[in-house]
């Protein structure tokens, strides 16, 4: 949880909330999301992350997410979260739905493992098992990051699926992992 930490900060801030750590984070458990299988990112989450109950207990929970990529480590996630009590739990991804492959460098090579590929905000809010589900428009990303929207001299493929090189899916990961 700790990618999201920012943003919550932010968001608490601009909002007038409490930012309050409902899951504390085991740092000697690894990134989740790029296990080889589902069975064992499904235990590395339940392993790394921890609800302090005291905090979740029949409150209404917002969570800030940076990302949602297969949707399957955020879903483990909220079950934790329900199975501690929390009454209702809403998400705000302080990016873009990740809707387009990304051959560099990061661990989503092909559309079919992205989950906003293929089903809509809503699918995903029901399939993760939230109250509500609200991700950052690009337009707002870039206006966040202070850039020129024609100009922003960084890559949002992954959101817009207008890559700044061409390259050829079949080949693109086996490349870049040489």
């Known amino acids: 949880p700790d990618s999201g930490n920012y943003a919550a900060l932010g968001f608490a801030e601009a909002a007038g909330v409490p930012f309050e750590m409902g899951l504390i984070r085991n740092h000697y458990v690894g990134r989740t999301f790029i296990q080889p299988s589902q ?9 790394k992350l921890n609800p302090v109950r005291q905090l979740l207990q029949d409150q209404r929970v917002l969570l800030i997410e940076d990302s949602i990529i297969r949707g399957t480590t955020t879903r483990t996630r909220i079950q934790t979260l329900r199975e501690a009590g929390a009454k209702e739990l809403h998400m705000f991804v302080s990016c873009p739905p990740h809707r387009h492959p990304c051959p560099y460098g990061i661990d989503f090579s092909t559309k079919g493992e992205l989950i906003a590929a293929s089903h809509s905000v809503d699918e ?3 399939f993760i098992g939230l109250d509500s589900l609200n991700y950052l428009s690009l337009a707002g990303l870039l206006e966040g990051a202070r850039a020129n929207p024609d100009d922003h001299g960084f890559c949002v493929a992954c959101f817009d699926g207008n890559y700044p090189v061409e390259y050829e899916a079949e ?4 490349c870049f992992e040489r």
């Open 171 to 174: 080949v693109a990961k086996d």
């Open 39 to 47: 069975a064992m990112r499904d235990f590395a989450v339940r392993v």
């Open 124 to 126: 995903i809010r029901k």
